[in-house]
């Protein structure tokens, strides 16, 4: 074969291999506004029947909410919008708010706290575990189960409680740019039967890990969990992540940018509890869900996407949520792992 052949049939098979990748996953150079709005009306349309999964009811106000609800949005760091579904629906935002709470304990404290205090390694069990407390020294392991969510949330500086809940909602108002709502029912329905984050905190405390009363932090804690949230809101929250940690929208500074690849860090170490693991060999994306339903998956310097659904798999984890979202970013070709 001469030159010229060769050169030809390499063209060919770079051609064939452009066209294969194109038609699985769209590359990032070729993200355009109606490429991402076609792929989230895709994700939509494949997932909204899926009706499997659960409500959360160990919370009972969980159990009453309308478990059809299905709602994506995407957001890009220059501050474009592309979004599907109920997106101005409200659902209370649980463990997804331990992600702004942390980041307060970070901008507050610095990252070694973090990691010495608090710690930064997954449980490998549920999210409420008590033996997994006893497993590690008495300790929470990471700050997105509900030990260290409540033991992070206790160390955010403040004059007393009121004031720590003040500071807990405002960081999280400005990461949503928007004065977020209050879900009193759901508050009433989860202060008065979180006996056993109560004593998570009282174990913690145990072992001289508490910066303020163990009782104290676990009210302001059900508090920060009770906030509303739509996926609109969670994906711009999460948009200040994927943008070195300024809101695109406000442009508000929210998080130190040298902070924002460790709590990226622990997103993926975590976000998913005991599920973790498979959420990550799918996406290669930190993520975190809450048990109202939301999730929110960030991909680093690219986009934020937030999708509301309330029923659970049973590692408490929105089940379109995490279908929806682990489309979205195969489909465009963003999974951090294979850039
Ligand atoms: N408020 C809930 C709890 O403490 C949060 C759990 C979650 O969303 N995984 O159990």
Same mark, same amino acid.
Request: charged share 20%.
């Given at each position: 074969?001469?030159?010229?052949?060769?050169?030809?049939?390499?063209?060919?098979?770079?051609?064939?291999?452009?066209?294969?990748?194109?038609?699985?996953?769209?590359?990032?150079?070729?993200?355009?506004?109606?490429?991402?709005?076609?792929?989230?009306?895709?994700?939509?349309?494949?997932?909204?029947?899926?009706?499997?999964?659960?409500?959360?009811?160990?919370?009972?106000?969980?159990?009453?909410?309308?478990?059809?609800?299905?709602?994506?949005?995407?957001?890009?760091?220059?501050?474009?919008?592309?979004?599907?579904?109920?997106?101005?629906?409200?659902?209370?935002?649980? =463990?997804?708010?331990?992600?702004?709470?942390?980041?307060?304990?970070?901008?507050?404290?610095?990252?070694?706290?973090?990691?010495?205090?608090?710690?930064? +390694?997954?449980?490998?069990?549920?999210?409420?575990?008590?033996?997994?407390?006893?497993?590690?020294?008495?300790?929470?392991?990471?700050?997105?189960?509900?030990?260290?969510?409540?033991?992070?949330?206790?160390?955010?500086?403040?004059?007393?409680?009121?004031?720590?809940?003040?500071?807990?909602?405002?960081?999280? +108002?400005?990461?949503?740019?928007?004065?977020?709502?209050?879900?009193?029912?759901?508050?009433?329905?989860?202060?008065?039967? +979180?006996?056993?984050?109560?004593?998570?905190?009282?174990?913690?405390?145990?072992?001289?890990?508490?910066?303020?009363?163990?009782?104290?932090?676990?009210?302001?804690?059900?508090?920060?969990? =009770?906030?509303?949230?739509? =996926?609109?809101?969670?994906?711009?929250?999460?948009?200040?992540?994927?943008?070195?940690?300024?809101?695109?929208?406000?442009?508000?500074?929210?998080?130190?940018?040298?902070?924002?690849?460790?709590?990226?860090?622990?997103?993926?170490?975590?976000?998913?509890?005991?599920?973790?693991?498979?959420?990550?060999?799918?996406?290669?994306?930190?993520?975190?869900?809450?048990?109202?339903?939301?999730?929110?998956?960030?991909?680093?310097?690219?986009?934020?996407?937030?999708?509301?659904?309330?029923?659970?798999?049973?590692?408490?984890?929105?089940?379109?949520?995490?279908?929806?979202?682990?489309?979205?970013?195969?489909?465009?070709?963003?999974?951090?792992?294979?850039?």
């Amino acid at each position: 074969m001469n030159t010229a052949k060769i050169a030809l049939a390499f063209i060919f098979v770079l051609t064939l291999s452009l066209c294969a990748k194109e038609t699985s996953a769209l590359t990032s150079s070729s993200l355009t506004d109606v490429k991402i709005q076609s792929v989230l009306t895709e994700a939509y349309n494949k997932f909204k029947d899926d009706d499997s999964g659960k409500n959360a009811d160990y919370i009972k106000a969980l159990a009453e909410v309308n478990p059809k609800i299905f709602a994506i949005t995407l957001v890009t760091p220059d501050g474009k919008i592309y979004e599907i579904g109920d997106t101005k629906e409200l659902v209370s935002i649980q =463990s997804i708010s331990k992600v702004f709470t942390a980041s307060l304990l970070l901008q507050e404290r610095g990252d070694k706290f973090l990691q010495e205090k608090v710690g930064v +390694n997954a449980t490998g069990l549920a999210f409420n575990s008590v033996i997994a407390i006893e497993l590690h020294g008495r300790t929470a392991s990471n700050p997105f189960v509900n030990a260290g969510a409540i033991e992070s949330t206790s160390w955010i500086k403040a004059k007393n409680s009121a004031d720590r809940w003040y500071s807990i909602k405002q960081n999280m +108002n400005d990461f949503a740019g928007r004065k977020l709502p209050f879900n009193e029912k759901v508050y009433i329905s989860e202060v008065h039967d +979180n006996k056993s984050n109560q004593a998570i905190a009282k174990l913690l405390d145990a072992n001289n890990l508490m910066g303020s009363d163990p009782l104290e932090a676990t009210t302001v804690y059900t508090k920060q969990c =009770s906030v509303n949230i739509s =996926s609109h809101d969670l994906a711009v929250m999460g948009s200040s992540l994927a943008n070195h940690g300024v809101n695109p929208i406000s442009k508000k500074r929210v998080l130190d940018s040298k902070y924002v690849p460790k709590l990226l860090a622990v997103m993926a170490t975590a976000g998913l509890y005991d599920n973790a693991g498979d959420w990550l060999y799918a996406t290669g994306t930190p993520a975190k869900s809450g048990v109202g339903g939301g999730i929110l998956a960030v991909v680093p310097g690219k986009l934020a996407i937030g999708v509301v659904s309330p029923p659970l798999d049973k590692y408490g984890n929105s089940v379109r949520g995490q279908e929806a979202a682990a489309y979205i970013i195969n489909r465009l070709g963003l999974n951090p792992m294979a850039q």
